[in-house]
């Protein structure tokens, strides 16, 4: 298997612009996870999907993030508008079931400037 | 919510030493996770444990739930260990883990 594809790997955009961020996990994977990491605050859980319906989205910073899962193959992960507060990189991660060991993407560096 | 420590923040060693990290939680768990980040920023996962000790080549996890307590041993620490590794809990729902903020490591020839 190809493990959890991401992209854009970098993505540099301008404030106020839509951004999409995209996610394949593997293959099987019954659970689809989304992170962000900034050097201030570590590695943040955004939102989880277990079967493609979101189950935690508590960590979602504010209504200008969406996250959707269409089909156990591909997630998206929008920010409309965008901000530079919203720059880092944004890893998705993909399990066999939500307590069991995660595999992560090669993450997507946002910039938004 | 769990809170996790882990300690040191950085850690700097010469090829061939005993290293160890520590991460400390606050509220009992199922199961942590321990993760390394390559300086290029990938993730891997390099352990999940809920009891006892897991080995995997020269590293080695340890877990004491009753005193809240891992550790991730390294042993002959080679310069292809220079990473940053971080530990993980399990967070208020199933899945959501909450992470520490790392211990960089960094192995001198």
């Known amino acids: 298997d190809a493990g959890v594809i991401q992209s854009p790997r970098h993505e540099v955009t301008e404030m106020g612009q839509e951004v999409t961020l995209r996610c394949k996990p593997i293959?099987?994977?019954?659970?689809l996870f989304w992170y962000r990491q900034t050097m201030m605050r570590g590695l943040e859980l955004l939102i989880y999907?277990?079967?493609?319906?979101?189950?935690?989205d508590s960590g979602m910073p504010e209504d200008r993030f969406s996250a959707k899962m269409p089909n156990a193959s591909f997630s998206t992960l929008k920010i409309q508008p965008s901000e530079p507060r919203d720059s880092a990189v944004y890893f998705c991660?993909?399990?066999?079931?939500?307590?069991?060991?995660?595999?992560f993407g090669p993450g997507t560096r946002l910039t938004v400037t | 919510k769990n809170e996790v420590e882990q300690s040191p923040q950085n850690l700097t060693a010469q090829e061939g030493e005993f290293i160890t990290i520590n991460c400390s939680y606050s509220?009992?768990?199922?199961?942590l996770h321990w993760l390394q980040q390559h300086p290029g920023g990938g993730i891997v996962s390099l352990f999940m444990?809920?009891?006892g000790k897991k080995k995997h080549g020269r590293l080695i996890a340890t877990i004491n739930i009753q005193e809240k307590h891992s550790s991730l041993h390294i042993t002959a620490s080679h310069p292809r260990d220079s990473a940053v590794y971080i530990c993980?809990?399990?967070?208020?729902?199933?899945?959501?883990?909450?992470f520490g903020k790392g211990t960089k490591l960094s192995v001198k020839p």
């Open positions: 991660a993909s399990s066999l079931l939500a307590t069991y060991e995660q595999y």
């Open positions: 293959s099987g994977h019954n659970s």
């Open positions: 999907f277990n079967n493609n319906v979101p189950i935690d």
């Open positions: 509220v009992g768990i199922s199961a």
């Open positions: 444990l809920s009891s």
């Open positions: 993980a809990v399990p967070g208020g729902s199933q899945g959501n883990l909450i």
